[in-house]
């Protein structure tokens, strides 16, 4: 059974940084691409950023580049967001994603505001 759960989220105020996580189960995580998406009220999910399951090749949303990074553990079966210079735009519920199979984890919230 393919588990994703997310953790890390919280308040941050603007210009801040929080660093997401993802702990996967169920499957062959170092064979798997993920991704991170998020959401707000009343819009469809975005991508965030997704990564290779080596890790080598990654892709950001313009609204992110040079402000997060995606990175894996294979050994930990981990995947993770770390996101500097928050914005309030950046204010959602981040969801980790197995490209795959089209899992999906539960959500953290992350609010950025002062």
């Known amino acids: 059974q393919v588990q994703l759960v997310e953790s890390g989220g919280g308040l941050v105020q603007p210009g801040g940084s929080l660093r997401l996580s993802c702990a996967a189960s169920g499957f062959t995580f170092s064979t798997s691409a993920m991704s991170w998406y998020r959401q707000t009220p009343g819009k469809q999910r975005e991508l965030v950023a997704r990564i290779s399951s080596t890790g080598v090749n990654t892709n950001y949303a313009d609204s992110v580049k040079g402000r997060f990074t995606i990175s894996r553990d294979n050994a930990n079966n981990t ?36």
């Open 79 to 114: 995947v993770s967001l770390q996101m500097n210079s928050l914005k309030p735009e950046d204010t959602a519920v981040y969801y980790c994603y197995r490209i795959r199979t089209g899992n999906w984890g539960q959500g953290t919230q992350v609010t950025v505001s002062s």
